[in-house]
């Protein structure tokens, strides 16, 4: 099956600070690549879905400022958790599709945990 | 009522049951069923697809039924390495490829 990276694989930062999450397609061009977080022994929830070369779609309640998305290549897609604070710290799941695929199909990457002091 | 509901276990069962999962939608406009696996800490995985007519793919059977919009999964012979989280993952019309995810069951197979 496709491969689906994600970096950093845990992260902890500092309230206020920023995080970068990047998320690659490795054997595939991913025209719409998922962004999901998962709460303990909750269910995976979408934050926002982005195709690439245009703006992403968040979900309702997402905040598009703090969550910041760039899909800028077929193989890259990053969110940015801006000014993290404690209640931010989470299981960030990525995930990619590809036209040329089933719609349906969608690789995750191993996911990243942010934890915020 | 949340979108896809499910039972969260744990079902503690001994190695080689047979042990059956649930899962009810709320939108009659679900077009698409999956059951993915996801082990602790991890990703989830599609285990399989779910169709009308039901269907199987060695110890796991999956079936659907839309007039009462449930969903279900069996596990026979049930292996130490079937011990994960089970979700429930629906695609409503109209949705695009946008998954739904169930808060998922967890199985623990034991000795």
């Known amino acids: 099956g496709a491969v689906v990276s994600q970096h950093p694989s845990r992260v902890i930062c500092k309230s206020g600070t920023s995080v970068k999450i990047e998320c690659r397609s490795l054997d595939f061009q991913a025209t719409t690549m998922f962004w999901y977080r998962q709460f303990p022994k909750k269910s995976l929830m979408l934050m926002a879905t982005?195709?690439?070369?245009?703006?992403?779609?968040?979900e309702q309640g997402v905040e598009k400022d703090k969550f910041l998305i760039n899909h800028a290549s077929l193989t890259l897609s990053t969110l940015t958790v801006t000014s993290a604070h404690p209640e931010d710290s989470s299981f960030y799941i990525c995930?990619?599709?590809?036209?040329?695929?089933?719609?349906?199909?969608?690789?995750f990457g191993p996911g990243t945990r942010l934890t915020v002091t | 009522r949340k979108e896809v509901e499910q039972d969260p276990g744990p079902f503690n069962v001994p190695e080689g049951a047979t042990v059956a999962f649930n899962c009810t939608y709320s939108n009659s406009a679900s077009q698409s069923f999956f059951w993915y696996r996801q082990d602790c800490r991890k990703e989830p995985k599609l285990l399989m697809s779910v169709y009308s007519s039901g269907n199987e793919d060695g110890r796991f059977t999956a079936q659907l039924n839309r007039a009462s919009q449930y969903i279900s999964l069996l596990i026979r012979d049930s292996k130490l390495s079937d011990s994960a989280t089970y979700l429930c993952?629906?695609?409503?019309?109209?949705?695009?490829?946008?998954?739904?995810f169930g808060t998922g069951t967890q199985l623990k197979v034991e000795l």
């Open positions: 993952v629906v695609i409503l019309t109209g949705g695009g490829n946008k998954l739904t």
């Open positions: 995930s990619a599709s590809s036209s040329g695929r089933q719609s349906y199909e969608q690789y």
């Open positions: 982005s195709n690439e070369g245009s703006k992403a779609t968040y």
